[in-house]
């Protein structure tokens, strides 16, 4: 195990003063915002650790995020404006995106591009909502400037995690990666919980009026 452990160590360590790290990261971030399948939130937080030790710039790793991401949202928003009634098909085969679909697109048309920054925060929503701004035609200039604000807010909360875990335990990589995605996993569980307090609040107040 602890012959495991060092291994482990030592993988993170070098991927963590890779000179590709960043361009991984750019990537990861582009296809996660298509296919929500890349963990790209670990590798910022991994690279925020790089940043506190000195092997990446903490603000090049946010930028980077931040591109990819911007690029897999434009490339969700296009993809959901020339899908047409396809789209609403796919929604439709599960009863959480067809929720989903239309509260976004009620959202963006009473409440405007800020849901486009809040509901990155709410999982598996994101690649919902970008496909549904495209299909209800939501302004494009609009839309990327919500989704430049939102990412900017998600990624650099998200390096700024991985700096404070870096710095915490710059002596072990491994400690730093673990308070790092524990801190991070704490916090969302609180906002969701939070949200879905609010919402049942608010429905019982519907349904008692």
């Not at 994101?126 to 209800?136: E, K, N, Q, Y």
């Amino acid at each position: 195990m602890t012959d495991l452990m060092e291994a482990a160590r030592h993988v993170l360590e070098v991927a963590m003063a890779s000179h590709w790290l960043i361009l991984v990261l750019f990537l990861a971030a582009t296809i996660d915002a298509v296919f929500p399948v890349v963990p790209s939130e670990g590798l910022v937080v991994t690279a925020g650790m790089a940043a506190a030790a000195g092997h990446q710039n903490l603000l090049l790793v946010i930028v980077a995020a931040m591109v990819g991401s911007i690029i897999g949202e434009s490339v969700c928003y296009f993809l959901g404006r020339g899908s047409g009634p396809a789209l609403h098909r796919w929604m439709k085969r599960q009863e959480r995106r067809q929720r989903m679909f239309e509260w976004v697109s009620k959202a963006l048309h009473t409440r405007g591009g800020l849901i486009l920054m809040t509901v990155r925060y709410i999982p598996g929503a994101r690649m919902v909502a970008t496909l549904t701004a495209g299909a209800t035609a939501y302004s494009f200039r609009k839309f990327i400037l919500f989704t430049a604000a939102g990412v900017a807010v998600a990624y650099t909360y998200v390096a700024l995690l991985g700096y404070l875990g870096g710095d915490a335990f710059a002596h072990d990589s491994l400690k730093a990666l673990a308070f790092s995605l524990s801190l991070a996993f704490t916090i969302g569980l609180v906002i969701e919980t939070s949200r879905r307090i609010m919402l049942r609040r608010r429905g019982a107040k519907v349904t008692a009026g």
